[in-house]
């Protein structure tokens, strides 16, 4: 069965690096997600990307974040300088139409020191 | 501020009972509903969706909309202890449907 994939699985970066976090959506899906779960919280939308372009973002998404889908198959999320209150753990997910449901990624975990 | 709500349990049912899981949303426009298991320090795995006033039906899972109230429901029925999770209840915040909204999740737990 297709899934969504996430590399890596957790990333540990020091505060005012760079993080790129990777995702490879469900093959044949042409919507594509982030969002991220602090732990203990729940989980928040920040980006949807469609034909190449954001299509909606939340106000967590600010200049610090960028995403891109630098080629057919891998879908990324950049923070530019990262912060302690990043650390999350962050999903992609995808879907095959607007509406349709959005399957998600495993995660991956990120530890800002 | 799109708002969804949950009862955040935890939610105690012996195996074999009916679990029912409630959520209600602030957005009258929503048009599309999704119940979403989580496993603890796992992603969220779709258990059902739901875009009609009504029920629907999957297995043991039960799905109800109610639009007028804005609610959303979900019975588990012959509830096993495997299905000990949190259940996050998501709705689609415009009309493309693009962003989910989540809430906290409620707890469940099936003891034997």
């Known amino acids: 069965e297709p899934e969504v994939t996430q590399t890596p699985s957790h990333q540990v970066t020091q505060m005012g690096q760079e993080v790129i976090l990777r995702c490879v959506p469900i093959s044949n899906h042409l919507y594509f997600y982030w969002y991220r779960q602090i732990l203990g919280q729940k989980v928040e939308f920040l980006v949807s990307f469609y034909n190449n372009e954001i299509s909606e973002k939340s106000e967590i998404f600010d200049d610090q974040f960028s995403v891109e889908r630098p080629d057919g198959s891998n879908f990324t999320l950049k923070i530019r300088s990262t912060k302690l209150e990043d650390s999350a753990m962050y999903f992609c997910?995808?879907?095959?139409?607007?509406?349709?449901?959005?399957?998600f990624g495993p995660g991956t975990r990120l530890t800002v020191l | 501020q799109k708002e969804v709500e949950q009862n955040s349990g935890p939610l105690s049912v012996p195996e074999g009972a009916i679990a029912s899981l409630n959520c209600t949303y602030s957005d009258r426009g929503s048009q599309s509903f999704f119940w979403y298991r989580q496993y603890s320090g796992k992603s969220p795995e779709l258990i059902m969706f739901i875009y009609s006033n009504g029920d629907k039906e999957d297995g043991r899972f039960t799905a109800q909309l109610n639009k007028a109230s804005q609610y959303v429901s979900l019975l588990i029925r012959d509830s096993q202890p495997s299905d000990s999770a949190t259940y996050l209840c998501a709705v689609g915040i415009n009309q493309a449907g693009t962003a989910l909204i989540f809430g906290k999740g409620t707890t469940l737990s099936v003891s034997s």
């Open positions: 997910a995808s879907s095959g139409s607007a509406l349709d449901t959005q399957y």
